[in-house]
């Protein structure tokens, strides 16, 4: 079964952090490039950042520049997103999904063929 599967969301304070991890079953992320994306109530499901099949490459919203941090282990096959310095704006479902490229060529959600199941965030005081 090819999966992708979320974790570390939950409910933090404004300022504080959260590491999401992204871990595939059934299939290697090791060729494809990752993105995260996230959804807040009531909007469009948003692109927040991209990496590279390498790791070498990243790409970022605007809204989350200098905050955010997309890194990658293939080896055991899971990407990571460390968020700082969060805002309530900030709260959402993220997703990862793997792109059908090693490389980051945008957030158009029909570049990527797998999605995980989602982790809320919540920051709120």
């Known amino acids: 079964q090819l999966q992708l599967v979320e974790s570390g969301g939950g409910l933090v304070q404004p300022g504080g952090s959260l590491r999401l991890s992204c871990a595939a079953s059934?299939?290697?992320?090791?060729?494809?490039?990752i993105g995260w994306f996230r959804q807040a109530p009531g909007k469009e499901r948003e692109g927040v950042s991209c990496?590279?099949?390498?790791?070498?490459?990243?790409t970022y919203a605007d809204s989350v520049k200098g905050r955010f941090t997309s890194s990658r282990d293939n080896a055991k096959n899971t990407v990571y997103l460390q968020m700082n310095s969060l805002k309530p704006e900030d709260t959402a479902v993220y997703y990862c999904?793997?792109?059908?490229?090693?490389?980051?060529?945008?957030?158009?959600?029909?570049?990527?063929?797998?999605w995980g199941q989602g982790t809320q965030v919540t920051v709120s005081s």
């Open positions: 999904a793997a792109s059908r490229t090693s490389y980051c060529s945008g957030y158009s959600i029909q570049g990527y063929d797998y």
């Open positions: 059934g299939f290697t992320l090791n060729y494809r490039s």
């Open positions: 990496i590279s099949s390498s790791g070498g490459s990243t």
